[in-house]
Nanobody, 118 residues
Framework: QVQLVESGGGLVQAGGSLRLSCGAS????????MGWFRQAPGKEREFVAA????????EYADSVKGRFTISRENAQNTVYLHMNSLKPEDTAIYYC???????????WGQGTQVTVSS
C-alpha cells in the first residue's frame, strides 16, 4: 500500500520560510517523479513544483520560481519543498504526489496546511 505523508506546515509571517517534507512508502521511490501541489480556499488545486526520478530535472510554477526549491533524498524516500519569501497568497493546503512511468500523478498525500500572515 502506497503512502505519502506530508509534514512541516504551519503558520508563518510574510517573508518567512518553511520546509515541507513528504515521506513515501510502498513504492520504489527512485522511479517516481515527485511533485508538490497546493489548494487555496475556494480555488482549484494547482501545480507548484516537481523533480524527476533522477533528481536532475525540476519544474516550477511561475508564481514560486526563485522562492521555492524542491529537493529529494532517494535513500530516505523523502521529497522536500523549501519555501522562502512566503507571501499571504501562498496560503493553502500543500500536497505531495508521485508520478510513475504512465505519466500521471497516481498517488497523493493527505496534505499539510501552510498559512502565511500579512
Amino acid at each position: 500500500q502506497v503512502q505519502l505523508v506530508e509534514s512541516g506546515g504551519g503558520l508563518v509571517q510574510a517573508g518567512g520560510s518553511l520546509r515541507l517534507s513528504c515521506g513515501a512508502s510502498g513504492l520504489t521511490f527512485s522511479r517516481y517523479t515527485m511533485g508538490w501541489f497546493r489548494q487555496a480556499p475556494g480555488k482549484e488545486r494547482e501545480f507548484v513544483a516537481a523533480r524527476d526520478w533522477s533528481g536532475i530535472r525540476t519544474e516550477y510554477a511561475d508564481s514560486v520560481k526563485g522562492r521555492f526549491t524542491i529537493s529529494r533524498e532517494n535513500a530516505q524516500n523523502t521529497v522536500y519543498l523549501h519555501m522562502n519569501s512566503l507571501k499571504p497568497e501562498d496560503t493553502a493546503i500543500y500536497y505531495c504526489a508521485a508520478k510513475g512511468p504512465l505519466g500521471s500523478y497516481a498517488y497523493w498525500g493527505q496534505g499539510t496546511q501552510v498559512t502565511v500572515s500579512s
